[in-house]
């Protein structure tokens, strides 16, 4: 499937300026002014009972806000708030639209031509609507930017604050955790079990390494050695 249109603006100007709002606000008056803009964010706190998604398109006073199941990982939020501004794009257009997200490595997944069986479901529910929309809206068009995360960008900090408010909603029970989120929460559950294991072997065997030299970690012990196979296995 073709590459969405990315404005990859953000890769030209040091993050750390200061004035990363009026550099926005500049670079979208000129290059796009007749688009409405569309900010999007993921959002799973630490220690909360849910995920949230939400899209904000304040020059519409539109917003749209869902929460998703618990294990759902925070890139799967993302592309769940990605999808949620696409699909509103596709209800109404009569606009061109310029979506931002603070996610680069969202954006690197849709720059990818190609599925592979550990897609995202969303990235192509995304990448659906992003044609869907180019061959309905005649005229219109949908452009992605990546904007760096907290840098003053007025907007930016709306879908955040939406997902937050989004924690108080019901579930939608429709909404599954993609195959590859389940995956990752089953080798999350190995990992944890193996380590709980070594700890209590290393009571009554191997104490004085585990107590002075044991690092926890899931590369195995001959990672970056550079070792024939033959003293691997």
């Known amino acids: 499937m073709e590459k969405p249109n990315v404005d990859m603006y953000w890769h030209t100007i040091p993050i750390r300026n200061t004035s990363c709002n009026s550099i926005f606000n500049e670079h979208t008056r000129t290059s796009y002014p007749k688009h409405i803009t569309v900010f999007t964010d993921g959002s799973k706190p630490m220690h909360s009972p849910s995920v949230r998604a939400a899209c904000i398109l304040s020059q519409l006073n539109w917003d749209q806000k869902i929460v998703l199941p618990?294990?759902?990982s925070s890139f799967t939020a993302e592309c769940a708030a990605?999808?949620?501004a696409v699909n509103?794009?596709?209800?109404?257009?009569?606009?061109s639209y310029l979506i931002c997200t603070d996610s680069y490595s969202l954006i690197q997944s849709l720059l990818r031509t190609r599925f592979?069986?550990?897609?995202n479901k969303h990235i192509v529910s995304i990448k659906m609507g992003l044609?869907?929309?180019?061959?309905?809206a005649a005229g219109n068009s949908i452009t992605l930017m990546w904007i760096p995360a907290h840098t003053g960008i007025t907007g930016n900090e709306l879908p955040d604050k939406a997902a937050k408010q989004a924690a108080t909603q019901t579930q939608n029970q429709s909404i599954t955790i993609p195959q590859n989120n389940i995956l990752q929460q089953i080798q999350c559950l190995i990992n944890q079990q193996i380590e709980k294991h070594w700890l209590e072997e290393s009571t009554t065997k191997g104490t004085i390494y585990f107590n002075n030299f044991y690092?926890?970690?899931?590369?195995?012990?001959?990672?970056n050695k550079n070792l024939p196979r033959h003293l691997t296995v």
């Open 131 to 136: 044609k869907s929309f180019q061959t309905n």
């Open 88 to 95: 509103l794009a596709n209800q109404n257009p009569y606009y």
């Open 116 to 119: 592979e069986q550990s897609t």
């Open 82 to 84: 990605m999808e949620l």
């Open 215 to 223: 690092i926890p970690t899931r590369k195995p012990w001959f990672h």
């Open 70 to 72: 618990k294990d759902t």
